[in-house]
């Protein structure tokens, strides 16, 4: 059974930090892709960040040089680092693990964990 577990969101004031931490389980983590991603009331969901199988990274533009995707293979952790964080950063955010590439494919997504950034 797949299951992806998120944590770390909460209440911050801006400039402050935050960890996001996604525990997956229930396929061979280490071949997946996986990535962050957050939905904003009223908008659609975007992407923040991805690392791939092979460690690469991408970031949106809004949030490069403050925050850092990396993953822990032997823990099937996936985690995002938020500092310097905005109003605007507020959103769930949503851990997504996948394999589009090759088989076995999939395509998997948390349950998302609200990160509120405000005074």
């Known amino acids: 059974q797949v299951q992806l577990v998120e944590s770390g969101g909460g209440l911050v004031q801006p400039g402050g930090s935050l960890r996001l931490s996604c525990i997956a389980s229930g396929m061979i983590f280490s071949i997946s892709d996986v990535g962050w991603y957050r939905q904003a009331p009223g908008k659609q969901r975007e992407l923040v960040a991805t690392?791939?199988?092979?460690?690469?990274?991408n970031y949106a533009e809004s949030v490069k040089g403050r925050f850092t995707i990396s993953r822990d293979n032997a823990r099937n952790t996936v985690y995002l680092q938020m500092n310097i964080l905005k109003p605007e950063d507020t959103a769930i955010y949503y851990c997504?693990?996948?394999?589009?590439?090759?088989?076995?494919?999939?395509?998997?997504w948390g349950q998302g964990t609200q990160v509120t950034v405000s005074s």
């Open positions: 690392i791939t199988r092979g460690g690469t990274t």
């Open positions: 997504n693990v996948r394999r589009v590439e090759f088989p076995p494919r999939y395509d998997y």
